[in-house]
């Protein structure tokens, strides 16, 4: 089993900088003019703990981190003291392409260039996709998208960014781990935003891996200003937010009827051509205020007719804690900008009185309602069906949408999906029942 170790929030620096202003003072005399430069440049001094390598024997350091959590920055610099040191040699860096491998890895602000040490940066040959050290020592530039370019060459040191994106993790790493074969102590640093893939996973499950994992709210501090206030504000505790901010592996509950791997599939099938038919569908919130359950609003249209029809999954403009009011104009709002033919609200709840509130906010709006005289799963299972086979398409990310589908349906599931019934209703009414009569539309 692997073993993680436990992150702490402030790295030397950090803590000194919190430190009364008598004893801060003392510690600045006690440093120095003549060391600062040191100071300045000595990374285990500005880092935090999770920043640092794993003490004790280890083959992989798996770095899992949220998106601006440092990540980058402390591969860089375990790779950049290996190389300065020479502890080792000949290193490979493998990014998802040679793009990134350029751009983040060897240019970029947290790169191997711009951490290297005073009198020992690197040259960077693009022609010979490669780096050159003063010490003599060399790393090659892999992409991911080319496993077989890691057969013939051999390292005592790898540094391979952002796996959870490559295009095949498994067997990249089935052939980096053979070239990993000169030195003394041959290791890898692998940093990712963390993602539920099977290569992770077995990384997780590696006696020989040690892991790290680290926060964007951890790294706050070298962030632009007010940035984790807006995240908190757009994304909260969302699933999404978890995984791409908090750096969790968010892995797909047993017994949900969507995996995030349906929705990576369905985000690709999207077509954005003429719709024949296009609705916003609502799911009703049954209380009011702060708390009270979102208004499930789903814009979707439909492609063709009969068994090859498609339905493509447009918006997602829910909304929460509005009263009737507000959520009716937000239906509206979505109607009039994706000029839908017309809005489909669950009736189980209020009857004619969601047609009254949504006709007020736009008299003459074309309403339908329809009623449940089924549970939620049961229906639900023909639309999770519709996905498997190929039907549904995303326009985008909807992340508090899909975090709904990815834990509907599995033990423990809590709350009110209400942003998924509202795409239930819209789905079954474009593919599973007898279409109306079809119009072009475009958006």
Known sequence: MSHALPSNPLSP????????????????????AHRLQHVLEDWRIWARHDQ??????????????GRGSGKTRAAAEWVRERMESGTASRAALIGPTFADVRDVMVLGVSGLIATASSGLEPVFQPSLRRLVWPTGGQALLFSAEDPDSLRGPQFDLAWGDEIAAWSAPDDLLDR????????EDPRMVLSTT????????RLLGDPACRITRSSTAANAANLAPALMDDLAARYGQSVWARQELGGELIEDPEGALWTRADLDAARARFEDVPFDRLLVAVDPPTSKGDTADTCGIVVAGRIGSGRTARAMVLADCSVQGLPPRGWAAAVTGAFQSYQADFVLAEGNQGGEMVRA??????????VRLVHASRSKRARAEPVAIAYNTGRVGHAGLFRELEDQMCCFGAPGFRGSPDRLDALVWAITDLLLTAPAEPRARSL
């Open 176 to 183: 980096l781990r053979p070239a990993m074969r000169v030195g």
């Open 194 to 201: 963390p993602r539920p893939i099977p290569a992770v996973k």
């Open 13 to 32: 620096a950090q803590r000194a900088a919190l430190l009364p202003s008598r004893l801060r003072d003392q510690l600045f005399r006690q440093v120095g």
């Open 357 to 366: 509130v949504l006709q007020e906010a736009c008299p003459g709006l074309p």
């Open 52 to 65: 640092l390598p794993p003490p004790g024997n280890w083959r992989t350091w798996l770095l899992l981190g």
